[in-house]
C-alpha cells in the first residue's frame, strides 16, 4: 500500500508569495495531522483533522497560515504571504484509530522561503 | 548574528554494543507512548510503542522501558548496527479529551553508530 504523500518535496520560494503543500492519506485512515519541524523547535503539531474536520488548530502559527481538507483524500497547508520563519520542513501524518496508536508519517516537504 | 538551534544530544556507541536513549515526559495524564525513528530526509518512522498500564515491551531487537513514577521512557536497542544511526523521537499522548491521536515529541536524540 502506498504510503502518505506528500508534494512537493522541495520548495524555494521568495516572501510574500503564496505556498501550498499537498497530502494525500494513506486510504482508510480517518485522522489527519500537519507538523512542522525546524532546527529551533523541533517537531511541532499545526493541525488536526477527524473525518476530514479540524479538531485542534491551537499550533496554527498565525493567519498567514490555512489548512483545508475537503474529503478524505486530500488536504492542503497554505502559507500567504510566505516569510522567511517559515522555512522549515513540514509533515503531514494519518492514522486510522479515533483512539490511540501509530500515526503515519510522509516524507515531508522543505520549504525555504528566500 | 549567532543563531540559536535545538540542541541534539548525541549518543556515540560502537556497532554491535547496545544503545540506550532516554526521554522525559512532563504530563503524568500521558497514557500512550511512541518512540519515532527520522533517518536524514525521511519522515519519521515508527519503531515501538507502550501503553501505561504496562512497564515493559520488546520488539525486534528494541525494548522500550516505561517508568510512570519518574516519567521516564527509554528505548534500548541491541546488537546496534550502522542503519540505526538516526534521530530518535519519543512522543506521548496526553491523553485529552478528544485529543485522539495527537502525539507531542520530544526534541530527539541523535544515535552515531561507529564501524
Known amino acids: 500500500d502506498a504510503g502518505v504523500i506528500q508534494s512537493p518535496r522541495h520548495e524555494v520560494t521568495e516572501m510574500g508569495q503564496e505556498v501550498t503543500l499537498r497530502c494525500k492519506p494513506i486510504?482508510?485512515?480517518?485522522?489527519l495531522f500537519w507538523y512542522r519541524q525546524t532546527m529551533m523547535r523541533g517537531l511541532e503539531l499545526l493541525i488536526y483533522?477527524?473525518?476530514?474536520?479540524?479538531?485542534?488548530d491551537s499550533g496554527m502559527p498565525e493567519d498567514r497560515f490555512s489548512a483545508k481538507m475537503p474529503n478524505a483524500s486530500f488536504s492542503t497547508l497554505k502559507i500567504q504571504p510566505s516569510e522567511p520563519r517559515d522555512s522549515a520542513v513540514y509533515f503531514c501524518a494519518s492514522s486510522s484509530t479515533q483512539g490511540i496508536g501509530e500515526l503515519f508519517f510522509g516524507e515531508g516537504s522543505r520549504l525555504t522561503v528566500l | 548574528g549567532e543563531s540559536v538551534g535545538l540542541h541534539l544530544p548525541t549518543l556515540s556507541v560502537q556497532e554491535g554494543d547496545n544503545s540506550i536513549i532516554n526521554c522525559a515526559y512532563s504530563n503524568s495524564a500521558s497514557d500512550y507512548f511512541i518512540w519515532y525513528k527520522q533517518e536524514s530526509g525521511k519522515g519519521p518512522q515508527f519503531i515501538i510503542d507502550?501503553?501505561?498500564?504496562?512497564d515493559k515491551r520488546q520488539g525486534q531487537r528494541v525494548t522500550v522501558l516505561l517508568n510512570k513514577t519518574v516519567k521516564h521512557l527509554s528505548l534500548q536497542i541491541a546488537a546496534t548496527q550502522p542503519g540505526d544511526s538516526a534521530v530518535y523521537f519519543c512522543a506521548e499522548n496526553r491523553g485529552l479529551n478528544n485529543a485522539g491521536n495527537m502525539l507531542t515529541f520530544g526534541g530527539g536524540t541523535r544515535l552515531m553508530v561507529k564501524p
Open positions: 483533522f477527524n473525518n476530514n474536520v479540524p479538531i485542534d
Open positions: 486510504s482508510g485512515h480517518n485522522s
Open positions: 507502550i501503553r501505561s498500564n504496562m
